[in-house]
């Protein structure tokens, strides 16, 4: 019995979507997969939960390397990933302190504020109605009325100024501008200067490495040869044994001189630097 | 061999199918999509097939419906432990020779991954948030605003539903629907989206 280990049915169920199960576990968990209705549902809810742990840094190594090799090889996981992944980040935005500015805080309000009516009105009527408070009510209705026709409008303007936004922003990502970089800080005749177009929204760097590239993501770090970082991306992915790809938005590339730091991810200090990439640029 | 060679299903044949996962017609739509998502979740249950989740969930669904056909007894029999079969054999004839019945199949899932595609994926997810109604999108949005992964039980059953005056059950419900919707929705961009891309633009400065 030294090596029995009993796990519990959440961890069976984690351990088998990572990949991690073998033997009669697995088929344990086959077994209920194909009898058992309500299992789906809690499979379908342990994905969220690692798929989120993943997004946030939360999972243990080892199970983050499953994650990678295993979970992610299907197709569907991975679109559900990034759909996760984008609604993680607009809701961590709407969570920030200036959440009373945010669309959830209005709608919260607006929520409340019709709520409020409603229960107005019931609780005038649920008390019978005399001459003068049913003349109230006519004109609470009215006000009420006229109040959501507002909020109606008001609602459907802030959803169309919303996609119209997003429509340009759309449209303006939609041009991708591809470069490659050697990696090097030399000035002078080997610096390289990128003309990138003023339509472009989107600069891609391919950045070629001096040693091979042994994980998926690493960490650019954009400066101005000024001085200070200027932007930062955790999601530069490797494209070949001596490639990683970022994308930059064009808009932090004005005309002028740059250094590009890669990093193993996260370790944007002396230690992690892999390469660095120094630039200039032009805009046409 | 392969597994994309069977004739296509007539409606008479689907239907005795669906009568065999559930006689009831308000119930066999679901059996249906429920059998599907079992045989998905049984390959992606193998590092080797995961890819091929999809297309091997088709091929036992058209295996067992061709055995259905050749011989109508199988209707006497429990459904679903007889197709888990199926789906065993096809996992064990996939994983005999894996390449060459991955090459045989439909690779829809086997798109290039090129960074262009990546940022198409962006632009899609954008542009199909964009479409959702405003009580979808502050609901999806909602369902994941909470600080850490593990306060995300807590959030969704007892916190979000009691501020949105509703069940678990029901927001749950809800936020799947919305979410298939989203991933329908950029499957759909994807397939049809074109980015222009510029090369060949940089010049060394002499």
Same mark, same amino acid.
């Given at each position: 019995?030294?090596n029995?280990?009993?796990?519990?049915?959440? !961890?069976?169920?984690r351990?088998?979507?990572?990949?991690l199960?073998?033997?009669p576990?697995? *088929?344990?968990?086959? &077994?209920?997969?194909?009898a058992? &209705?309500?299992?789906?549902?809690?499979?379908?809810?342990q !994905?969220d939960?690692?798929?989120?742990?993943y997004?946030?840094?939360?999972l243990?190594?080892?199970?983050?390397?499953?994650?990678?090799?295993h979970?992610l090889?299907?197709a569907r996981?991975?679109?559900?990933?990034e759909?996760?992944?984008?609604?993680v980040?607009?809701?961590?935005?709407?969570?920030k302190?200036?959440?009373?500015?945010?669309p959830?805080?209005?709608?919260s309000?607006?929520?409340?504020?019709?709520?409020?009516l409603?229960?107005?009105?019931?609780a005038? $009527?649920?008390?019978?109605?005399?001459?003068w408070?049913?003349?109230?009510?006519?004109?609470?209705?009215?006000i009420?009325?006229?109040r959501?026709?507002e909020?109606?409008?008001e609602?459907?303007?802030?959803?169309?100024?919303?996609?119209?936004?997003?429509? %340009?922003?759309?449209?303006r990502?939609?041009t991708?501008f %591809?470069?490659?970089?050697?990696?090097g800080?030399?000035?002078?005749?080997? !610096?390289?200067?990128?003309r990138?177009?003023?339509?472009?929204?989107?600069?891609?760097?391919?950045?070629?490495t001096?040693a091979?590239?042994?994980?998926?993501?690493y960490?650019?770090?954009?400066?101005?040869?000024?001085?200070?970082?200027?932007?930062?991306?955790?999601?530069?992915?490797?494209e070949?044994?001596?490639?990683?790809m970022?994308?930059?938005p064009?808009?932090?590339?004005s005309?002028?001189?740059y250094?590009?730091?890669?990093?193993?991810?996260?370790k944007?200090?002396?230690?992690?630097?892999?390469?660095?990439?120094?630039?200039?640029?032009?805009? !046409? | 061999?392969?597994?994309r060679?069977?004739?296509?299903?007539?409606?008479?044949?689907?239907?005795?199918?669906?009568?065999?996962?559930?006689?009831d017609?308000?119930?066999?739509?679901?059996?249906?999509?429920?059998?599907?998502?079992?045989?998905?979740?049984?390959?992606?249950?193998?590092? &080797?097939?995961?890819?091929?989740?999809? *297309?091997l969930?088709?091929?036992?669904?058209?295996?067992?419906?061709?055995? $259905?056909?050749?011989?109508?007894?199988?209707?006497?029999?429990?459904?679903?432990?007889?197709?888990?079969?199926?789906?065993?054999?096809?996992?064990?004839?996939?994983?005999?020779?894996?390449?060459?019945i991955?090459?045989?199949?439909?690779?829809?899932?086997?798109?290039t991954?090129?960074?262009t595609?990546?940022?198409?994926?962006?632009?899609?997810?954008?542009?199909? $948030?964009g479409?959702?109604?405003?009580?979808?999108?502050?609901?999806i949005?909602?369902?994941?605003?909470h600080?850490?992964?593990?306060?995300?039980?807590k959030?969704?059953?007892v $916190?979000?539903p009691?501020?949105?005056?509703?069940?678990?059950?029901?927001v749950r419900?809800?936020v799947l629907r919305?979410?298939?919707?989203?991933?329908e929705?950029?499957?759909?961009c994807?397939d049809?989206?074109?980015?222009?891309?510029?090369?060949?633009?940089?010049?060394r400065?002499?």
């Amino acid at each position: 019995l030294g090596n029995l280990v009993v796990k519990s049915e959440e !961890e069976l169920t984690r351990a088998y979507l990572l990949g991690l199960l073998d033997g009669p576990d697995r *088929e344990s968990v086959e &077994d209920r997969l194909f009898a058992d &209705d309500s299992y789906l549902d809690q499979i379908e809810d342990q !994905e969220d939960q690692l798929i989120e742990q993943y997004l946030r840094r939360e999972l243990t190594a080892k199970e983050r390397s499953a994650f990678e090799a295993h979970f992610l090889s299907s197709a569907r996981r991975r679109r559900r990933m990034e759909v996760t992944q984008a609604l993680v980040r607009i809701a961590g935005a709407l969570n920030k302190p200036e959440r009373h500015a945010s669309p959830s805080y209005w709608w919260s309000a607006l929520f409340h504020q019709q709520f409020a009516l409603t229960a107005l009105a019931i609780a005038i $009527l649920s008390t019978g109605l005399t001459g003068w408070l049913a003349v109230r009510l006519v004109q609470e209705r009215n006000i009420a009325a006229a109040r959501q026709r507002e909020w109606s409008i008001e609602r459907q303007q802030t959803t169309d100024k919303i996609a119209q936004l997003q429509g %340009a922003q759309a449209a303006r990502s939609a041009t991708v501008f %591809a470069l490659t970089l050697a990696p090097g800080l030399l000035r002078g005749q080997t !610096e390289r200067v990128l003309r990138i177009p003023v339509a472009a929204g989107t600069v891609q760097l391919n950045l070629q490495t001096q040693a091979a590239l042994p994980g998926p993501h690493y960490t650019a770090t954009l400066h101005r040869e000024a001085g200070g970082d200027i932007w930062r991306s955790d999601d530069v992915r490797r494209e070949g044994t001596r490639q990683a790809m970022v994308l930059v938005p064009a808009e932090m590339l004005s005309a002028g001189r740059y250094l590009l730091t890669l990093s193993a991810p996260g370790k944007t200090g002396p230690g992690g630097v892999i390469d660095d990439y120094a630039f200039g640029v032009t805009r !046409e | 061999m392969g597994f994309r060679n069977s004739r296509p299903w007539n409606d008479t044949e689907f239907q005795a199918l669906l009568v065999w996962l559930d006689p009831d017609p308000n119930r066999s739509g679901a059996a249906y999509a429920k059998l599907h998502q079992r045989l998905r979740l049984f390959f992606e249950g193998w590092r &080797d097939a995961a890819r091929y989740a999809e *297309e091997l969930a088709d091929a036992t669904i058209d295996r067992s419906l061709r055995k $259905l056909t050749e011989n109508p007894e199988l209707a006497s029999r429990e459904p679903i432990p007889y197709i888990r079969t199926v789906a065993s054999y096809i996992l064990k004839e996939f994983r005999s020779q894996p390449q060459t019945i991955a090459l045989t199949m439909d690779t829809r899932d086997s798109r290039t991954e090129s960074s262009t595609e990546s940022f198409d994926e962006t632009r899609c997810l954008n542009r199909c $948030l964009g479409r959702l109604s405003a009580e979808d999108y502050e609901l999806i949005v909602g369902y994941y605003a909470h600080d850490k992964a593990a306060d995300a039980l807590k959030w969704r059953k007892v $916190l979000l539903p009691q501020r949105l005056k509703k069940s678990y059950g029901a927001v749950r419900v809800q936020v799947l629907r919305i979410r298939r919707t989203l991933e329908e929705c950029i499957d759909r961009c994807l397939d049809g989206s074109r980015v222009v891309t510029f090369r060949g633009q940089d010049n060394r400065h002499q």
